[in-house]
């Protein structure tokens, strides 16, 4: 993908798969294109960071080349090693390079979250302006280590993507204990715990 240019066609079969069977099973919805872009931002930005290769490939290679270029120049001029001074400079501009691509992805996540939310309803919209504020997404993008219990089965992740988007938990009960419809607001009001029926 950073290597070779104009391979977006050859992606495109990974992209279907993603589409047909990896996001079914993660996020156990029907989703539209909209929801697609949605999961392809950050989860920093309310997505799940899963990306469309056929889409960033072409962007990965630019970046690649920007990054690299320093590197590039120093191999075409047959240098054998470079001064630390050239090594600092090389160093320098290859983080900068990189700072720049950081934050071009950035501003075109910013750019594709604002037309995602200029198509959604006004209570999805902040709902989407929720998902972006500090700390909620934190759970994502956590090392799942056992020792802490950062660790989530199949069915506790489905739950966490279902609540995270505002969908329809399947497989729970119709009534709480308590006699009242289950809803997901309920069953996180309810003082009793785990005593649905």
Partial sequence: MRTITNIDHLFQPLERAIQDSFLPTIVKHCFNELDRLVYTLPAKLGGLGIFDPSKICNTEFNGSLRA?????????????????????AVSTEIAA???????????????????VKE?????????????CKKGTSSWLTTLPLQEFGFILNKQEFGDAICLRYNYII??????????????????????????TS
């Fill in 119 to 131: 198509q959604l309803t006004p209570e999805k919209a902040q709902h989407m302006e929720l998902l």
């Fill in 170 to 195: 399947r497989n729970i009960p119709h009534r709480c204990a308590c006699g009242e419809l289950s809803s997901i607001n309920h069953a996180l009001s309810f003082k009793k715990g785990d005593t």
């Fill in 97 to 115: 390079a990189k700072a720049g691509i950081k934050s071009q992805k950035l501003e075109e996540h910013k750019t594709t979250l604002k037309s």
């Fill in 68 to 88: 690299t270029a320093p590197l590039v120049k120093a191999i075409k001029e047959q240098k054998l090693f470079l001064t630390p001074e050239e090594n600092s």
